[in-house]
């Protein structure tokens, strides 16, 4: 693990937000957000459905702050300390390399604010400025206009030699999509 980015992306303060590593405390709002059917409408899996399911997705993403100094985030309004939202960048691998996937979710009560699109830029630009060498991908179903806007408002670009049956690709940096790369 690299100690320095781990410090680097711990915490964040935004204009609006602050984004910290996620802990065993943050359980309950995991399963409260994830656990939204209103928040799921785009999730293939639908919305968590227990305790058990919140506590897996938990200890993967507390693994990649261990494995890769940096991980989603848990997202807190400062001015009332309250969970509004999980995101940031994961390591991944899609169609055969290596990526940083952006990932954004909110509660409804947190929606119309800016809020993914503030916390997408901040991950995208630290990511360039920290992880140079991996792309950020955002991986959006087609029907979730909201998502496919904070996508192109941030300035990622639909790449479709990297989309998925059931999902549109957003990429940070064309250029590092190797021509070796099986798409």
């Known amino acids: 693990m690299n100690h320095s980015v781990q410090e680097i992306f711990k915490e964040i303060k935004t204009d609006n937000l602050l984004l910290r590593m996620p802990k065993q405390e943050d359980l309950s709002y995991i399963l409260s957000i994830e656990g939204d059917p209103a928040t799921n409408q ?12 919140a506590q897996e997705s938990l200890n993967r993403w507390r693994n ?48 119309g ?14 990511s360039k400025d920290y992880i140079p060498n991996l792309s950020v991908i955002a991986r959006i179903r087609p029907s979730n206009k909201p998502s496919i806007r904070v996508a192109e408002r ?19 940096d064309k250029s590092k999509v190797s021509t070796k790369t099986p798409i």
């Open 154 to 172: 941030i300035g990622l670009q639909h790449y479709h030699k990297l989309d998925s049956d059931e999902h549109m690709t957003f990429i940070s």
């Open 42 to 53: 785009y999730r293939p899996a639908g919305p968590m459905k227990d305790l058990e399911e």
């Open 113 to 126: 604010h800016g809020y993914a699109t503030e916390l997408a830029r901040v991950a995208v630009k630290m």
């Open 64 to 111: 990649d702050w261990l494995n890769y100094g940096y991980g989603y985030w848990v997202v807190v309004l400062p001015t009332t300390l309250d969970v509004i939202g999980i995101g940031g960048i994961g390591k991944d691998r899609w169609k055969g390399m290596d990526v940083l996937n952006l990932y954004y979710r909110f509660s409804p009560k947190a929606w």
